[in-house]
Structures are given as C-alpha cells and as structure tokens.
C-alpha cells in the first residue's frame, strides 16, 4: 500500500519553494535577460546611456579576428582538460579501487585537491612552472635543456593552464569513477578471471562499457567546466597572455566588459558562449548518449 502526504493548505507548498524561486530569479535569469537586452544595445562606459543597434555587436564579433581565434582557443583549451582529467580520474579510480592498505586514507587524499580554488591551483602550478623560479621549470632547463618559457612561448602556457585546470578537476572525476567501479558487481569481474581474461580485458571488456553511463555524464560536466570554472586560472596565471594565445571566451568577456567597459560587446559575447555550451550539451545528449549502455 502506497501512502501519500497531503498539504493542509493548498498554498503552503508555493510559500515553500518560494525563496528559492526569489533566488534563481534574481541571480540568474534576471541577469541573463539584461545581458540579452544590453547585447542589443551600444553604451557608454558607464552604462548611463545607450543605443539600441540590433545585431550590430554580433556582426562585429563575428568578423573580429581575435574573437574567432578566441573560440578556436577555447575549443582547443575545454577539449585538452576535459581529455587529461578524465582519463587521469580513471586510471586512478581504476588503481585505487584495488585492495590496498589504509585504503580509505588514500581515497580521501585523492579527492582533497577538488577543495582547491582554482585561482590557487593556477598560482601553485605558477610556482612550479615559471621560467625565473619555477622549480620544474628550472629542472626542465637544466637536465632536458629545454627552454620552458610560458610567459613569452603561447604553447607552453597553454599546456601551464591545462595543466593546472585539469589538475583540479581530475578529483571531481576520481570520485565519479570509482563510485561507478564499485557499482559494478564484483561476480562479472570474477567469472571473467576465472575464464582467463587479462586485467586489461576485464577492464576494456567489462568495467569500461558498465562506465559509459558516467563517462558520459563526466564529458558533459568537464565540458561545462572548462568554459566557464577556468576563469580563476587564466586569471591568475596568464591574464589570457602571452599574446592572447590563452584567452578563451569566458575570460574575454570580462577583459572586453571590466576591463575594457564595451558592456555591448560583452553582453553580446555572453549571450554566444551560452549558446555554444547549450548547443554542445544538446549534440552530446543527441549523439554521444546513443552510445551509452545503461542497465537496469
């Protein structure tokens, strides 16, 4: 028998979600219908007058050179973290969900580095790969002899900042993975030991297809991470520099409208790099979970 709940006032569940729905209103889509208004708009500085030139911001973005490589940088920039920590969460979710000692402990390390503000992880990774004293950086030079220079090479502090954003995120994706290993009944893995499967095989075989569900969500959610949660690192490390070979969209957004006061072009930037992420997330759920193996 199924029991049910019943309000005794009719208005008392509407009273309830009533904060929350103030909340989202006023921090979220109050923003982002202004920001679609003032896309339409060309302001002053100082947002005290403004003209409204319909699709003018749009054209201008569209046929700015910087703009274009700067979606070309962020594509490039998500599709590297995304990569790196997804996979490094799964080869170390795949080795810690083995038996070992103070297991528990172990785990509990490897999730702490997801607590780290990504402002400090781009300054810790700084201190570590700086041309002047960057520890690594001047191990680099002296036994590789390579000359490691983020500051004035565009490569190399692209590979800095991918680094430290998919640093942060690898935990995020540790936790999901192993939750998912340890979902997976340990009956299939056994009878597959016992048929003479390798490790390698079990895993490609077995676990890896049991995860699509999570890898899937995991892609989704990394994406979504790299275009916009990366601020704090660019930020504090490059400044979208060295010759704005590290400015992705999110970042160009705040130099273009606090920085530069085009609130017009801002908005409008705001209003594309939200669609690209919708229009992404809609591809992936259209042609990527397809590809998925739930069970039931």
């Known amino acids: 028998m199924i029991k049910r ?11 309830l979600i009533l904060p929350q729905l103030i909340i989202t ?8 219908l202004q920001g679609l208004i003032q896309s339409f708009h060309l302001s002053d500085p100082f947002g005290m007058q403004s003209r409204f030139v319909w699709f003018y911001n ?25 990569t790196v920590s997804i996979f490094l969460g799964l080869f170390i979710a795949t080795m810690a969900s083995r038996a070992l000692k103070a297991k528990a402990l172990v785990r509990t390390m490897l999730i702490w580095p997801y607590a780290v503000a990504p402002a400090i992880s781009g300054i810790m990774w700084l201190f570590l790969l700086h041309p002047s004293y ?3 950086a001047l191990g680099i030079k ?4 390579v000359e490691w220079n983020p500051v004035l090479n565009g490569a190399d502090a692209m590979v800095m900042i991918t680094m430290a ?3 942060k995120q690898i935990s995020y994706n540790f936790v999901f993975f192993l939750a998912g290993m340890q979902a997976i009944p340990k009956s299939l893995i056994e009878a597959a030991a016992i048929d003479g499967a390798s490790p390698f095989r079990r895993f490609w075989t077995i676990t ?3 995860l699509s569900p999570t890898f899937f969500f995991l892609s989704v959610m990394n994406i979504i991470y790299s275009f916009f949660e990366t601020f704090g690192v660019i930020h504090t490390v490059t400044q979208g520099g060295p010759g704005g070979s590290t400015n992705i969209l999110v970042y160009k957004v705040y130099q273009d409208g606090f920085v530069g006061l085009n609130l017009g072009s801002s908005s409008a930037q705001s209003v594309v790099l939200m669609t690209l992420i919708i229009l992404i997330t809609f591809l992936q759920f259209r042609f990527v979970e397809k590809k998925v193996q739930y069970t039931g």
């Open 58 to 82: 749009y054209i201008e973005l569209f046929t700015d050179p910087l703009y274009l490589r700067s979606i070309f940088i962020t594509f490039t920039f998500s599709l590297m973290v995304a």
């Open 25 to 32: 209103l006023t921090f979220f889509y109050w923003p982002a």
């Open 5 to 15: 709940s019943f309000f005794k006032s009719s208005y008392l569940p509407y009273l």
């Open 134 to 136: 960057g520890v690594v």
């Open 208 to 210: 890896f297809p049991l």
């Open 142 to 145: 002296r036994w590789l002899g």
């Open 165 to 167: 954003a998919a640093w």
